[in-house]
């Protein structure tokens, strides 16, 4: 049986990353995705360059990007998709979990 990926990216958040990386101005492995305890729902995303990789990171590899999970945040995320949104009032990366049980009103935070 096939693992299922803890997350993948659609095109519109690989070439994003792929832009943020290339921007930088330094080399970084990749991204690193993890969750932290906040909000009004309990947990939220975090994002941050990954400039080396840990023994215990999980690492996939999708679009041509490198995403690190934090193993703290693996079994949060199992199955979630990254996306990037532009609309006329905001941009942003969206995590389409199907472990999520509810979102807080403001959409910072979740809960599972």
């Known amino acids: 049986m096939e693992r299922m990926a803890p997350i993948t990216l659609t095109d519109a958040a690989a070439e994003r990353v792929k832009a943020m990386l290339a921007a930088r101005g330094k080399p970084s492995v990749g991204i690193r995705i993890g969750v932290q305890s906040k ?17 215990y990171d999980e ?14 945040a693996t079994m949060f995320i ?22 999520e049980k509810g979102r807080c009103g403001c959409g910072e935070s979740f809960h599972v």
């Open 78 to 99: 199992l199955g979630t998709e990254m996306d990037w949104v532009e609309e006329k009032m905001q941009n942003g990366f969206v995590f389409r979990n199907p472990n």
């Open 59 to 72: 690492v996939v590899e999708d679009k041509g990007v490198t995403v690190l999970i934090d193993p703290k």
């Open 39 to 55: 909000g009004c729902s309990g947990l939220r995303y975090t994002l941050e360059y990954a400039d080396e990789q840990t023994p």
